[in-house]
């Protein structure tokens, strides 16, 4: 079954160094996101991407926020400062047609959790 | 935009009785439905979803309603399994490429044998 990758799985900064988080969508997906879970919280949306561009995102995906597709295959989140309350898990998930309804299913990576010291 | 509340936030319940969580959700125009489980330190995993053309699915035990008059959505686990224990979250969105899946915060059911 096709997966969602996410790299790295677990990652320690200091508090205003720059993090980038990648992730490898399903192949034949179009349609890309990025979500966060802090520890013990429900899962918040940041941003959506399409065609080489947002296409939505959350009031959390401020400045410090940017994701980049930089090639056929990866699809980035970078914070450029990070903040403590930047912990989290971080999922990328992207979007296909899936066997349960026929309605478009969003399939999450396993997460790269992230920890600002 | 969206919103969406989950409860009750905790569920206990013995092997073999039935498990129900409730959603409500706040924009009408959201079409969506669908419900992930998350075991502890995974990533979600879509279980069971319903369009807002129909009102019931059901899947083995696990089972959907929805009530769009009233913008609310339930779960239904009938003869709970102890494997069944996880965080349940609902979601709602406009079923549409692009759009974002705006969860609930989460049950946390837990099954005693």
């Known amino acids: 079954e096709p997966e969602v990758t996410q790299t790295p799985s677990h990652q320690v900064t200091q508090m205003g160094q720059e993090v980038i988080l990648r992730c490898v969508p399903i192949?034949?997906?179009?349609?890309f996101y990025w979500y966060r879970q802090i520890l013990g919280q429900k899962v918040e949306f940041l941003v959506s991407?399409?065609?080489?561009?947002?296409?939505?995102k959350s009031e959390i995906f401020d400045d410090q926020f940017s994701v980049e597709r930089p090639d056929g295959s990866n699809f980035t989140l970078k914070i450029r400062s990070t903040k403590l309350e930047d912990s989290a898990m971080y999922f990328c998930?992207?979007?296909?047609?899936?066997?349960?309804?026929?309605?478009?299913?969003?399939?999450f990576g396993a997460g790269s959790r992230l920890t600002v010291l | 935009g969206e919103n969406v509340e989950q409860h009750p936030s905790t569920l206990s319940v013995q092997e073999g009785d039935s498990a129900v969580i409730k959603c409500t959700y706040s924009?009408?125009?959201?079409?969506?439905f669908p419900w992930y489980k998350q075991e502890l330190g995974k990533r979600p995993q879509l279980i069971i979803d319903?369009?807002?053309?129909?009102g019931e699915k059901k899947d083995q035990r696990i089972a959907v309603t929805l009530n769009k008059t009233a913008k609310h959505f339930s779960l239904h686990i009938t003869e709970t399994q102890p494997e069944d224990s996880a965080v349940y979250f609902c979601?709602?969105?406009?079923?549409?490429?692009?759009?974002?899946?705006?969860f609930g915060k989460g049950t946390t059911l837990s099954v005693s044998s």
């Open positions: 998930a992207s979007l296909g047609t899936g066997p349960l309804s026929g309605a478009n299913v969003l399939t």
């Open positions: 192949s034949n997906h179009l349609y």
């Open positions: 924009d009408s125009a959201s079409n969506y």
């Open positions: 319903i369009r807002s053309n129909v």
């Open positions: 991407f399409y065609n080489n561009e947002i296409s939505e």
């Open positions: 979601a709602a969105s406009l079923n549409q490429a692009g759009t974002a899946l705006i």
